[in-house]
């Protein structure tokens, strides 16, 4: 069983920037593809950023390409996603998700696991 924390959204204005983490608590972290998607009130749980197992490899949506920066460190069993030059847009509750099979980037929601119970982001104008 995994279970995932996340921590560190709030309210910013646009232009800001936070930091989100997820702890992972259970099994080897290090053998995990993790991700990070987003869900808008009213709206579909959206891909947001995904990275492999070793930290090497990383893929991002359009919408925050450039903006949003996933990172890991399987020493502390937790990833992290930097999100700066935030808009009103970006509001939304962010979640992580482990994918326990897979060493590579996983993009599909289909295809994770476990999911944290969420962070709400919210980005004011």
């Known amino acids: 069983q995994v279970q995932l924390v996340e921590s560190g959204g709030g309210l910013v204005q646009a232009g800001g920037s936070l930091r989100l983490s997820c702890a992972a608590v259970g099994r080897t972290f290090i053998s995990y593809a993790m991700g990070w998607f987003r869900q808008a009130p009213g709206k579909e749980r959206d891909f947001v950023a995904a990275i492999s197992w070793s930290g090497g490899s990383t893929y991002y949506a359009d919408s925050v390409k450039g903006r949003f920066t996933i990172s890991r460190d399987n020493a502390k069993n937790t990833v992290f996603l930097q999100m700066n030059s935030l808009k009103p847009e970006d509001t939304a509750v962010y979640y992580c998700?482990?994918?326990?099979?897979?060493?590579?980037?996983?993009?599909?929601?289909?295809?994770?696991?476990?999911w944290g119970q969420g962070t709400q982001v919210t980005v004011s104008s």
């Open positions: 998700a482990a994918n326990i099979e897979d060493y590579g980037l996983v993009i599909s929601y289909y295809e994770y696991d476990y």
